[in-house]
């Protein structure tokens, strides 16, 4: 009996054994998918702290006033079935830059700071993801940003140089590419640092790009015209994009040359899209939360248009939302507010300290504007108001132990005599400036960085009446999020470095 059941049971292992040997009827539809569509956002300058404090503005300005605070996830990133976290550390920092890390993501690749698409030792080329994508499987590929298109983060899908201030060079790079759509901001040193070179613009036609500067002309835009190289019609600080939140009624922003590259590169054999909200970066260089918020936003529209599309193609669709490195130490909390916020309070900035530099600022040192003048400028563009009598701020001392009850005076846009003569000396180093100072002595340069004194208080003391702060005026060593929806999606969960953002697309696609 027993060696009858011994027999039975050797059969029916073998039996297993043979079913698991043989492949089922339709076994390569569980073969892994190659996604024939691929977005990748970066949000330069953007980490963790950027995206929350983001999404917690959206919800404060739709509080209900029930006094129960709740926070919706608004953003359409937010939403991605797959987060995971990758560090930034490069050959020269841990507080890195755009290029080394642009060049980590596209390469799987560390470098020295300031390097796109090189070792360290300046020798060897790093072939990029893009590049890849179009020379192994015939993709089409399109970069956008909202900065200049021959800037780091961009530079590093197309371009190999040892200095990301080769901007010249760099866009020689760009237009050898021969990638086929561009849209963004303008191109820096477009007939080089000395001006003596053929304009990259007429080089670009030359090698059959169509060159666009005009909304109309990118209206009417489509695949048939071939490579395009798409320029913002109105361009604004350095020739990049506006600020999302300076845009006209009727101008594009990111999103809209998000849904013109869909229309033009979308085929059958497939493509890869490369995305920068590179203005997040410099709003957090200048310490403007309100900019750094209102782009925020900008992009994640954008990627709403990869989201339309990826509902469209859900089984042929790898969208990736990150960000290079995180930028000016932004904080939610801030000490002058104790355990409080007024987010909502950074809805009164209506313009960007960029806007209000060029649009302000100018003719006031040019007329000599008094400060009565100013000030009155400052309430109608930022909703911060001179004190009226003896206005002085106190706080509880601190304790582990005890949490303060909220103060609504904190959040108050009048502003206390000690916030009202930093501003008042604020302005008076402004105008005593010429714009040529290369230099700034240590207190000075930890009051205004290397911006005007007089706007960055401004927005130091807005962001902090708000409950948030920063830390720095350049980057630091957060690790940045990445979230991920569509095929191959389930590939960045974890934590893990910015290289293996790179190195699991790779392995997506199967580029070598």
């Not at 500067?213 to 490579?227: I, P, V």
């Not at 904080?331 to 209506?350: C, E, H, P, R, V």
């Not at 000030?375 to 109608?380: C, Q, R, V």
């Amino acid at each position: 009996m027993y060696m009858k059941a011994k027999k039975i049971s050797a059969l029916l292992l073998a039996a297993a054994m043979t079913a698991c040997a043989v492949p089922a009827q339709g076994a390569a539809a569980d073969e892994p998918k190659v996604p024939k569509y691929i977005f990748l956002f970066i949000g330069d300058g953007m980490s963790y702290p950027q995206v929350q404090t983001t999404n917690y503005y959206l919800n404060a300005i739709e509080d209900d006033g029930d006094d129960i605070l709740t926070s919706e996830s608004k953003l359409n990133m937010m939403k991605f079935p797959v987060a995971g976290s990758a560090q930034t550390y490069d050959s020269t920092s841990f507080c890195p830059d755009s290029a080394s890390t642009a060049t980590s993501i596209s390469t799987g690749h560390k470098t020295y700071s300031g390097t796109i698409n090189m070792d360290e030792k300046m020798e060897t080329s790093y072939e990029t993801i893009a590049e890849k994508l179009k020379k192994q499987l015939g993709y089409k590929v399109g970069i956008l940003s909202s900065v200049n298109l021959n800037h780091a983060t961009p530079a590093a899908f197309y371009a190999h140089q040892a200095s990301r201030n080769n901007y010249y060079e760099i866009g020689q790079e760009l237009i050898a590419s021969n990638f086929d759509y561009f849209a963004g901001g303008g191109l820096k040193k477009t007939t080089g640092s000395e001006g003596d070179q053929t304009d990259l613009y007429e080089l670009a036609q030359e090698a059959g790009y169509k060159v666009i500067k005009t909304k109309a002309e990118a209206e009417n835009l489509t695949a048939e015209d071939g490579k395009a190289i798409v320029i913002d019609e109105t361009l604004a600080d350095d020739d990049a994009m506006s600020y999302d939140m300076d845009l006209e009624d009727g101008e594009w922003g990111l999103s809209d040359y998000v849904k013109k590259g869909i229309e033009v590169l979308d085929n059958d054999t497939g493509f890869f899209m490369m995305v920068e909200g590179g203005k997040i970066d410099w709003a957090c260089h200048a310490n403007d939360a309100a900019a750094t918020i209102t782009d925020t936003v900008a992009m994640d529209e954008a990627v709403g248009k990869a989201v339309d599309f990826y509902n469209e193609h859900p089984d042929e669709t790898l969208i990736l939302v990150t960000g290079d490195h995180e930028t000016g130490g932004l904080t939610i909390g801030f000490a002058g507010t104790d355990y409080d916020t007024f987010l909502a309070n950074i809805s009164n900035q209506k313009i960007s300290y960029a806007k209000f530099d060029s649009d302000y600022v100018a003719a006031y040192k040019e007329n000599k504007t008094d400060f009565d003048t100013v000030m009155a400028d400052i309430t109608e563009l930022f909703g911060l108001q001179a004190p009226t009598g003896t206005t002085e701020s106190s706080n509880q001392a601190d304790s582990k132990d005890v949490h303060p009850e909220g103060e609504e005076d904190k959040g108050s846009l009048v502003m206390t005599d000690y916030e009202y003569q930093k501003l008042q000396n604020a302005y008076e180093e402004t105008m005593s400036r010429t714009g040529e100072e290369e230099e700034f002595g240590q207190e000075e340069y930890l009051m205004y960085g290397s911006y005007e004194p007089l706007t960055v208080t401004i927005t130091h003391i807005l962001n902090n009446k708000s409950g948030i702060n920063f830390a720095s005026y350049a980057h630091t060593g957060l690790p940045v999020e990445v979230f991920a929806m569509g095929v191959g999606q389930e590939q960045f969960e974890g934590y893990y470095d910015n290289t293996d953002i790179f190195n699991k697309v790779a392995a997506i696609t199967g580029v070598k």
